[in-house]
């Protein structure tokens, strides 16, 4: 498991960012939530979670350990898989996908 990346901030678009971790180009979605947080460029630090398919590695990317910890959670839910986890991450933080759930808002959820 690759638990986190740490390099120089290549690109970065709101779903994805590339890092140059001695000269390899790690591509890494991110939420939105993640992509307010990242400098414009310079030295940084992902936590990240890697899916592995059989025609696929995807590397997630994320600004801290919380909304990597919600992404997990997410997607050990029957009916979400890894765009969807990160869809809802967002438009809401840990916090407030805790929030929902504890007061059973299907609102919330709805709307993304």
């Not at 899916?51 to 995807?58: L, V």
């Not at 898989?81 to 059973?104: R, Y």
Request: no cysteine; net charge negative; aromatic share 6%.
């Amino acid at each position: 498991m690759i638990t986190h990346v740490e390099g120089i901030l290549e690109s970065k678009k709101p779903t994805q960012v590339i890092i140059d971790v001695n000269g390899i180009g790690y591509s890494l979605n991110i939420s939105l939530n993640t992509f307010d947080v990242l400098p414009s460029k310079g030295r940084l630090r992902l936590h990240s979670h890697l899916i592995i398919r059989e025609d696929s590695h995807i590397l997630f990317g994320f600004a801290d350990e919380d909304e990597r910890m919600m992404f997990r959670e997410l997607i050990n839910v029957s009916g979400i898989g890894a765009s969807t986890a990160i869809m809802i991450l967002s438009s809401m933080t840990p916090k407030d996908v805790i929030s929902s759930v504890d007061k059973s808002d299907v609102n919330a959820f709805k709307s993304i």
